[in-house]
């Protein structure tokens, strides 16, 4: 039994051939209509043509309109990259200003710690030498403190050494371009001190601990807790009138001296040329 074959044709309707003839016929009409108007100049062919171009600019308008968002796209895409570039260079800028900032604020420190050391000492016969505490250690001595100035910038043994709170101690080693400074707390370190308020002299002492005692005080001693004690100037190597310390217990006889100056690590001092 034999199977037909069939094959399908693709047909066009009729109406829908005259359409697409229509259309075509219609183009053609407009546009040489519009070539011929075009000579003419007249009023009729003027507002023809206006009526044409209102109905097809919205159309135009559709057509551009992926093209007008592409390009409107490209544009906020530059902006943004513009933006961003911009924005790392404001940030930059604002670090660079917070670092010069840093500095400034170190430089206004630095600039007021020397400033309080011309204060320290009224007695206008003394030179004064600025240098850095460099460490806080020990050795040979128990506590004492690097200086970043020796010989070659005037410093000599026994000097004394303050900063902008009083007393430090005094030179006791000096090299070139180093010298040691042995601290008040230190067990080798005597100071010939004064109360401020009962005016009674006396050894400041050191003990190796945070607060150094006084020595030699009368039996009938008037010093009480929280009077300043000075240098007295005696002995030939403190001026007179550095602030040392304040009082911190009177016990049974034993007076305890909390210094002025407890730590100076990383500090400026100044070492005085004081002339006798």
């Given at each position: 039994?034999?199977?037909?074959?069939?094959?399908?044709?693709?047909?066009?309707?009729?109406?829908?051939?005259?359409?697409?003839?229509?259309?075509?016929?219609?183009?053609?009409?407009?546009?040489?209509?519009?070539?011929?108007?075009?000579?003419?100049?007249?009023?009729?062919?003027?507002?023809?043509?206006?009526?044409?171009v209102d109905i097809l600019a919205p159309v135009v308008a559709l057509a551009n309109a992926?093209?007008?968002?592409?390009?409107?796209?490209?544009?906020?895409?530059?902006?943004?990259?513009?933006?961003?570039?911009?924005?790392?260079?404001?940030?930059?800028?604002?670090?660079?200003?917070?670092?010069?900032?840093?500095?400034?604020?170190?430089?206004?420190?630095?600039?007021?710690?020397?400033?309080?050391?011309?204060?320290?000492?009224?007695?206008?016969?003394?030179?004064?030498?600025?240098?850095?505490?460099?460490?806080?250690?020990?050795?040979?001595?128990?506590?004492?403190?690097?200086?970043?100035?020796?010989?070659?910038?005037?410093?000599?043994?026994?000097?004394?050494?303050?900063?902008?709170?009083?007393?430090?101690?005094?030179?006791?080693?000096?090299?070139?371009?180093?010298?040691?400074?042995?601290?008040?707390?230190?067990?080798?370190?005597?100071?010939?001190?004064?109360?401020?308020?009962?005016?009674?002299?006396?050894?400041?002492?050191?003990?190796?601990?945070?607060?150094?005692?006084?020595?030699?005080?009368?039996?009938?001693?008037?010093?009480?807790?929280?009077?300043?004690?000075?240098?007295?100037?005696?002995?030939?190597?403190?001026?007179?009138?550095?602030?040392?310390?304040?009082?911190?217990?009177?016990?049974?006889?034993?007076?305890?001296?909390?210094?002025?100056?407890?730590?100076?690590?990383?500090?400026?001092?100044?070492?005085?040329?004081?002339?006798?």
């Amino acid at each position: 039994m034999l199977k037909k074959n069939h094959t399908h044709h693709l047909t066009i309707s009729p109406s829908r051939d005259f359409v697409t003839r229509a259309s075509v016929v219609f183009m053609v009409i407009v546009a040489t209509s519009l070539i011929v108007m075009s000579h003419t100049g007249s009023n009729t062919s003027s507002r023809f043509r206006s009526g044409i171009v209102d109905i097809l600019a919205p159309v135009v308008a559709l057509a551009n309109a992926p093209i007008d968002t592409i390009a409107s796209m490209g544009n906020w895409v530059k902006e943004i990259a513009n933006l961003r570039a911009e924005n790392i260079k404001l940030k930059n800028a604002n670090l660079q200003l917070l670092k010069w900032q840093d500095m400034a604020k170190d430089v206004q420190a630095e600039n007021e710690n020397l400033r309080s050391l011309m204060s320290v000492i009224p007695d206008k016969k003394s030179n004064y030498i600025t240098a850095r505490i460099v460490s806080d250690f020990g050795g040979a001595y128990v506590r004492s403190a690097l200086i970043s100035g020796g010989a070659n910038q005037g410093i000599k043994k026994d000097q004394p050494v303050i900063n902008e709170r009083g007393l430090v101690g005094r030179v006791i080693e000096v090299g070139d371009n180093s010298s040691r400074a042995l601290l008040l707390s230190d067990i080798n370190s005597r100071v010939p001190v004064i109360s401020e308020d009962s005016r009674e002299k006396t050894i400041l002492a050191g003990n190796n601990n945070s607060l150094p005692s006084l020595s030699y005080l009368s039996p009938n001693s008037a010093i009480k807790v929280g009077e300043r004690i000075l240098t007295s100037g005696d002995g030939g190597i403190f001026p007179r009138g550095i602030a040392v310390g304040v009082v911190e217990s009177v016990d049974s006889g034993v007076v305890r001296v909390h210094p002025f100056v407890d730590s100076v690590s990383g500090e400026y001092v100044s070492i005085v040329d004081y002339k006798f």
